[in-house]
């Protein structure tokens, strides 16, 4: 159910390794910015299936793909694979995340990248389980994964040697 909504270009609720995200496939990123009632200008980070698939969207000052798969966003400088993809925020950088999280990747593997952000309207605390989803974002098509641990992942910007933490999370480096 999950899968065919993502191929219709519709908004869905995931299950990460730390809270729900909503996600749509690449093409589709205006849905989601309506949908949380999020700024444009505020990027969209982009979940993989695998870090050996990160080479193909990004390039990174420094590799940090081993934390992977984690709870660790790498932002790095786009590569023409993914330089048209509209996720706001800078044009020429994207954020990359691998979940551990075993059925998201593999819907991942079936669907493609993911562009996705917190299960929440922007600016409210981000959902733990499928109910507060639905509280929250009304009645979209959900994968349920059970409760999350509510921790966010971390957030490095690796376009740089040394890499700054732009968001500490789940992930101490």
Request: glycine share 8%; charged share 20%.
């Amino acid at each position: 159910m999950v899968a065919d909504a993502l191929a219709r270009g519709e908004v869905v609720a995931i299950p990460t390794d730390t809270v729900y995200g909503v996600a749509v496939t690449v093409g589709h990123s205006a849905a989601l910015f309506a949908l949380k009632e999020r700024p444009t200008e505020v990027a969209l980070p982009v979940l993989i299936a695998d870090p050996e698939d990160a080479a193909r969207y990004a390039t990174f000052a420094v590799d940090l793909t081993h934390y992977w798969p984690g709870a660790l966003t790498i932002v790095g400088t786009r590569t023409e694979a993914s330089a048209a993809w509209d996720l706001g925020g800078d044009a020429t950088t994207i954020g990359l995340r691998c979940p551990d999280d075993d059925d998201l990747r593999a819907l991942i593997r079936a669907t493609g990248p993911l562009i996705t952000t917190s299960a929440n309207k922007h600016g409210q605390p981000p959902c733990t389980t499928a109910a507060e989803v639905r509280a929250a974002l009304g009645d979209i098509p959900l994968l349920d994964g059970g409760t999350r641990n509510g921790q966010p992942s971390t957030v490095v910007d690796a376009t740089q040697d040394p890499i700054r933490v732009l968001r500490p999370g789940a992930v101490f480096l």
